[in-house]
């Protein structure tokens, strides 16, 4: 079973930038949420993709963006970086079976840094 | 509105001295109370779900329990090796896709 996968594994950019972030889904999961964490803190939920749409999303501004596609691999854009920016951004693969949903597992995590 | 609460923020062992984490919630209906330990500069890796008051879960050393405010993380006898930061969250029916987590415990086992 190849469990959730996330690259790059650390990226540096510059303040006004864009990114983009990508994750593979676990094995059998069809559902990608996204995290963002800065140090000495909890994940902060920024948005869940099912089915290819965007299911919830936290309080975040709409610079955050994603994509889901139909391998359930997923993708997190951020444009016009910011200094408070600079996280762990984490992927959660689960899956969601007859509108049930069950635990969430987590990637290694993108560490970017904002310059 | 929804919260977590972790206590303590860290916590210092001896090798084979017993205790527990804490973590208190807020959340308007629980669908699920999950325990997730993390490496440094690695994710979140999943420990255990409850679902409802008085159900108990064990793995190894650890064994979680819930009561409708809170959710204890007892660690018995631990070890170096059990040396992590332990993040509880919450999932709401309101939003099953939203985990709600604490800012975690740091815990320092020393041999």
């Known amino acids: 079973e190849t469990g959730v996968t996330q690259s790059p594994t650390h990226l540096i950019k510059t303040r006004g930038q864009q990114v983009t972030l990508r994750c593979s889904s676990q094995?059998?999961?069809?559902?990608v949420s996204w995290y963002q964490q800065a140090l000495g803190q909890g994940p902060q939920f920024i948005f869940q993709?099912?089915?290819?749409?965007?299911?919830g999303r936290g309080n975040f501004p709409p610079r955050f963006s994603g994509l889901q596609f139909p391998n359930y691999s997923s993708e997190l854009n951020v444009n016009a970086l910011e200094l408070d920016d600079s996280a762990l951004y984490l992927c959660?693969?689960?899956?969601?079976?007859?509108?049930?949903?069950?635990?969430?597992?987590f990637g290694p995590g993108t560490r970017l840094t904002v310059t | 509105e929804d919260q977590v609460t972790q206590s303590p923020e860290a916590l210092r062992l001896q090798e084979g001295e017993s205790s527990s984490l804490n973590c208190s919630y807020t959340?308007?209906?629980?669908?699920?109370l999950f325990w997730y330990r993390q490496d440094p500069g690695k994710g979140p890796e999943f420990l255990f779900t409850?679902?409802?008051a008085g159900e108990e879960k064990e793995k190894e050393r650890l064994k979680a329990t819930l009561t409708k405010k809170e959710s204890f993380l007892h660690i018995t006898a631990p070890k170096p090796e059990d040396s992590a930061t332990y993040l509880c969250?919450?999932?709401?029916?309101?939003?099953?896709?939203?985990?709600?987590f604490g800012q975690g415990t740091t815990l320092q086992v020393k041999p």
């Open positions: 409850l679902y409802s």
């Open positions: 969250a919450v999932q709401a029916y309101s939003n099953t896709g939203k985990l709600i």
């Open positions: 959660a693969s689960s899956l969601v079976a007859r509108e049930v949903p069950y635990e969430q597992y």
């Open positions: 959340v308007s209906g629980l669908r699920g």
């Open positions: 094995s059998g999961h069809n559902t």
């Open positions: 993709y099912y089915r290819e749409e965007e299911n």
